[in-house]
């Protein structure tokens, strides 16, 4: 089963730019779709976006279209989320999620900060 830790994550200023990680252990990581998600404050996690197992296909919430872009690297375990424009909306915790068949698996997390 993957483990998975989040990195990236800080204070960004409103317009800015900040990547996160996801690094992913453990074997099989190629067989897993993987998504970013995020949780503000006093609201329920919400899907952000998706890249499936090859890395051939994205697909992202209305909410962060054509401002994140969601990536990974097989051979390095890796997965990664740009994130352009930042706005105050986007300050969230923000979770790395593995799926394969019935299996999920989160990381625990980074918190992305943007100020106005």
């Known amino acids: 089963q993957v483990q998975l830790v989040e990195s990236g994550g800080g204070l960004v200023q409103l317009g800015g730019s900040l990547r996160l990680s996801c690094a992913a252990s453990?074997?099989?990581?190629?067989?897993?779709?993987m998504s970013w998600y995020r949780q503000a404050p006093g609201k329920q996690r919400e899907w952000v976006a998706t890249?499936?197992?090859?890395?051939?296909?994205?697909n992202y919430a209305d909410s962060v279209k054509g401002r994140f872009t969601i990536f990974r690297d097989n051979a390095k375990n890796m997965m990664y989320l740009q994130m352009n424009s930042l706005k105050p909306e986007d300050t969230a915790v923000y979770y790395c999620?593995?799926?394969?068949?019935?299996?999920?698996?989160w990381g625990q997390g980074t918190l992305v900060t943007v100020s106005s």
């Open positions: 999620n593995a799926r394969w068949r019935i299996l999920e698996v």
């Open positions: 453990g074997s099989m990581f190629s067989t897993y779709t």
């Open positions: 890249v499936t197992s090859a890395g051939d296909t994205t």
